[in-house]
């Protein structure tokens, strides 16, 4: 901005370019439009990242309801195998949080953290563990062996994870371990995770429309660029009474109002992919790892993990 409207009031002090200075008007219906489109893509957008908070939320509460149910509905007389098998449970939620967030940190064609040059720069204050660790050595910790390998086989992790939990409990359910009635309800808590998940998907899988972000983007450069011209013709207006130093005014207004509108395009363009590894992102690492913590405490273990702390000021 500093550019734009430094250049055209040079030109037109000092060279006497008259034909710079356009009438107010049509620069004021451009910026009316361009606020109107810019706040429907900003509340768009941020109607994104909302629904992706609360998904998240509501896997938090499916979780630890999952927690609860298998420490009160897989009873056996063997202790040992009962505490064996509430962990295999519950570390087996552990594998599908892992799987879904590692899903929802791949990159996309129409993602823009790893394509725009300031995002790039901004990655230098914080990292996303998603792309700093691998999802076979994390799945590792939860699942046995041969069903890592089974699960990294499949193309859909988190799917193929709790298809093996649903199968795990139906096995359960034939040996009497669980009755029928606590067997439909752990089946129900699988079917919201389900839900959960696909909600996820369709965030992640479905960008923002392209026509609106492009129309969007076009209009608020189109009026950046005349928004100095509008002014000049305005201040010049007020040569005759206060001097012709009082064109100079287009400078510092347009650098304000312009600021306005890129920074509006730029927070909406922030919060059009809220799992892609971006400073303002649902933090879902951190969350699965609360989750985490919640759910060994319900183990009963004492070596729990340490909670995701913010690294300046983000948490992923």
Not at 281 to 298: A, C, G, K, Y
Request: with cysteine.
């Amino acid at each position: 901005m500093l550019l734009l409207s430094t250049i055209p009031t040079v030109l037109f002090y000092f060279l006497d370019i008259k034909w710079l200075a356009i009438p107010w008007v049509p620069v004021a219906l451009l910026g009316t439009a361009t606020a109107f489109i810019s706040g429907f893509k900003n509340t768009q957008t941020y109607n994104r990242m909302w629904e992706a908070r609360q998904i998240y939320g509501a896997i938090i509460n499916s979780s630890r309801a999952l927690g609860i149910m298998v420490k009160d509905f897989v009873r056996t007389s063997d202790k040992v195998e009962q505490a064996a098998l509430h962990k295999e449970i519950i570390y087996r939620h552990f594998a599908w949080l892992t799987a879904l967030r590692f899903q929802l940190r791949e990159t996309k064609s129409w993602e823009n953290i790893k394509t725009k040059s300031y995002n790039k720069e901004y990655l230098q204050y914080y990292q996303v563990p998603e792309w700093e660790s691998s999802l076979d050595e994390e799945l590792k910790t939860f699942l046995s062996a041969e069903e890592c390998q089974y699960i990294l086989s499949t193309k859909n992790r988190a799917t193929q994870t709790i298809a093996r939990q649903s199968s795990r409990l139906k096995t359960l359910n034939e040996r009497g371990i669980i009755s029928d009635y606590n067997y439909v309800a752990l089946a129900n808590q699988l079917k919201d995770l389900y839900d959960q998940q696909g909600k996820c998907e369709r965030i992640k899988n479905f960008p923002y429309p392209r026509q609106f972000s492009s129309i969007n983007l076009y209009f608020t450069n189109l009026f950046c660029l005349l928004l100095p011209l509008g002014f000049i013709g305005e201040f010049s207006k007020l040569t005759e009474k206060f001097g012709e130093s009082m064109v100079w005014l287009t400078i510092p207004f347009s650098i304000i109002l312009g600021w306005v509108f890129l920074v509006l395009e730029q927070i909406g363009e922030s919060t059009e992919n809220p799992f892609e590894g971006g400073a303002n992102d649902i933090p879902i690492t951190q969350i699965s790892r609360n989750i985490e913590i919640d759910l060994r405490e319900m183990l009963g273990e004492k070596d729990l993990p340490p909670a995701i702390s913010a690294q300046h000021t983000i948490v992923l």
